[in-house]
T-cell receptor, first 110, second 113 residues
Framework: ELKVEQNPLFLSMQEGKNYTIYCNYSTTSDRLYWYRQDPGKSLESLFVLLSNGAVKQEGRLMASLDTKARLSTLHITAAVHDLSATYFCAGDFGNEKLTFGTGTRLTIIP | NAGVTQTPKFRVLKTGQSMTLLCAQDMNHEYMYWYRQDPGMGLRLIHYSVGEGTTAKGEVPDGYNVSRLKKQNFLLGLESAAPSQTSVYFC????????????FGSGTRLTVV
């Protein structure tokens, strides 16, 4: 059974701190995607990771992919309030569609 | 750039009524999808299409039908709405091979009373 698991599901962190969101998946995938969703809004693409060892960075966010460990991480550096949102990872398991994790709700506290 | 457009944005239905949600994309994407989003459950795939005239079932297809008569449009139908279909529905599209992930529409918030 295909599973994409994120942890933590809820994360409350102080501004200026660093933290990591983990995305584990149950079967082989060479591709992993990260999305951001603000309350009441649609999903916005953050990163597309297309191979083992891929690392991408945008501002205070950095995503990486380890296909052998079936693990992707989304690292937040020196968090700011604007990063408060729900973050989803999704895997492409070769069946022409993405399977999403249940999301991590991130709240940045001043 | 319109991208992916969903109509309507909000709708309230009575149990047993029918309706059609429209998804239109102007990016010449081959693949189109319908997901529903419920609290604590992430996004679950209802139906999808990998090209004009094709459709396939996703994870939660019961109670829904779809059609892709034109490449740019993907319609989601509810024949007899039930309260369990109260949800936020997202349409998405992408190119063959999923190289860029999905482009999502803005969503349709449906309430069935």
């Amino acid at each position: 059974e295909l599973k994409v698991e994120q942890n933590p599901l809820f994360l409350s962190m102080q501004e200026g701190k660093n933290y990591t969101i983990y995305c584990n998946y149950s079967t082989t995938s060479d591709r992993l995607y990260w999305y951001r969703q603000d309350p009441g809004k649609s999903l916005e693409s953050l990163f597309v990771l297309l191979s083992n060892g891929a690392v991408k960075q945008e501002g205070r966010l950095m995503a990486s992919l380890d296909t052998k460990a079936r693990l992707s991480t989304l690292h937040i550096t020196a968090a700011v309030h604007d990063l408060s949102a729900t973050y989803f990872c999704a895997g492409d398991f070769g069946n022409e569609k993405l399977t999403f994790g249940t999301g991590t709700r991130l709240t940045i506290i001043p | 750039n319109a991208g992916v457009t969903q109509t309507p944005k909000f709708r309230v239905l009575k149990t047993g009524q029918s309706m059609t949600l429209l998804c239109a994309q102007d990016m010449n994407h081959e693949y189109m999808y319908w997901y529903r989003q419920d609290p604590g459950m992430g996004l679950r795939l209802i139906h999808y299409s990998v090209g004009e005239g094709t459709t396939a079932k996703g994870e939660v297809p019961d109670g829904y039908n779809v059609s892709r008569l034109k490449k740019q449009n993907f319609l989601l139908g509810l024949e007899s709405a039930a309260p369990s279909q109260t949800s936020v529905y997202f349409c998405a599209s992408t190119v063959t091979g999923l190289l860029y992930g999905y482009t999502f529409g803005s969503g349709t918030r449906l309430t069935v009373v």
